[in-house]
């Protein structure tokens, strides 16, 4: 990394993965900690600057560890807090940095708080969780999880109230009205950063509060509550970092950075869907659009941008229309939907076509925000819709043609999930080591496009954008620019080829050099600039002072 290192997080390239799915190290069907360890070299070569780790603590894991049942301990299959230690030591020792998933609105209903709090009204914890008589209260919040529930309120018998929960049953939300669980979820995220963890993807943040007549998210409240988070973290943890999971609309999403006094990132759910919106409709204006409508955001934030994650790829934020596109470009299946969303990983989605893979890595690591890139897409993936709830998109890491994918030496029965092995996603052929050997596997692509995207951090990273203005609406063209650095970029969308004319007066003199390969295309005139662009086809250009040296052509 090149700039002041307490802003890491504006030039890193993170990579999220589920401890599960990563690498089995001890044979017993699922990942472990020390299996990330030992794949940390790949991780790194990769260009991983920042890992995000799905929930690893105790849980019942009924929603995959976001139902956790102990804060201050790891699940038993995926190892100890030694192994964890062990982990930073030796990310760190290689320059990365490791965030871990911290579910603060609800936890487990096996977790002994809520134990105790049903086990009498005057328990001393019933009030670490919402309590009514009846279900009517707060109607205004939506439910988020619509295909397995049908209220935010459950009965629990025993004490005979419903309590509040806005994912499932299963995950009763805490009550952040009560300061001693403010309290304790501070002492939580402390426990972990003096272990030496880099920072916190906190998720379901707009829940937290709940008010009568609101929806029940985004309150004052809530920011609150962040803003004490955030000075607790600066004062006591200086260079960790907090990410906002938010799905929210773009103002409402915003609004996490604060006056850089809350969230350092937040994930940028309005731009992802899309992204894809715009594919199908071979159109740049949904991106154009909606990254008018995100930036500017504060100096010292920064929007962590993402193709694919292990939820279902979520249509919350779009309109009924950009829904139905979706749904009929991306979604033929009905085992392709969940909720509100699509679970799916990147590769089907796109058909496999290697042209709109590159295509959309390459948006993802040129527009503004640092890119999240989720485990397996580096090498194509597939899925498996017939697998229950999001677990198709959580298959184990296929790292060779070994049994199980090389993820595992356990019996295949044993592993968590089945490895992928539909003819076009078999791990047979999709894997980090045939990948490897393959130099124009898309591992070896995503890798080279990685170490570009390092080259040019500070632009890619930090620059300012400023979309070109033409008259074909299949091709998107951005500046970034950072200081003296110019880096062009041109994306067309259509299933076409295409050409572009482009007039570009305030370059005029400069030369375009193409940044994977440092080709040189001639200098900018004062006539427009023409290209001829193949099917889903980009140019990221840096625009260079001709140097004395320079030959056209
Ligand atoms: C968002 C997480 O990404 C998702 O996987 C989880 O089910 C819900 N929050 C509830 O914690």
New binding site residues.
Partial sequence: MHVDVPLWYRDAIFYELPVKSFYDSNGDGIGDINGVRLKLDYLHALGADCLWLLPFYNSPMK??G??ISDYYSIQPEYGTLDDFRLLLAEAHSRGMKIIA?L?M??CSDQHSWFREAVSSRESPRRQWFVWSDDASRYSGARI??TDTEISNWAWEPRTKQYYWHR??SH?PDLNYDNPEVREEMKNVMRFWLRMGLDGFRC??VPYLFEREGTTCENLPETHAYFKEVRRMMEKEFPGTILLA?ANQWPSDAKAYFGDQDEFHMAFNFPLMPRIFVALAKEDAYPIVNIVKEIIPIPEKCDWAIFLR???ELTLEMVTSEERDIMYSEYARHPKMRLNIGIRRRLAPLLDNDRASLELVHALLLSLPGSPVLYYGDEIGMGDNIYLGD?NGVRTPMQWSYDRNAGFSSADTEQLFSPPITSPNYHYGNVNVDSENRLPTSMLNWVRKMLSVRKRYAQVMGRGSIKFLEHRNRHVLSYIRSYGEDRMLCIFNLSRKPTYLELSLPEFSGLRPVEAISGAQFPRIGDLPYFFTLHPRSFFWLGLTEPTGSDEEG
Avoid: L, M, S, T
């Fill in positions: 929603d995959d976001y139902d998933d579910v609105n609800h988020i999880f994912f499932y995950q998720d379901a999971e994650n292990h939820d999001r």
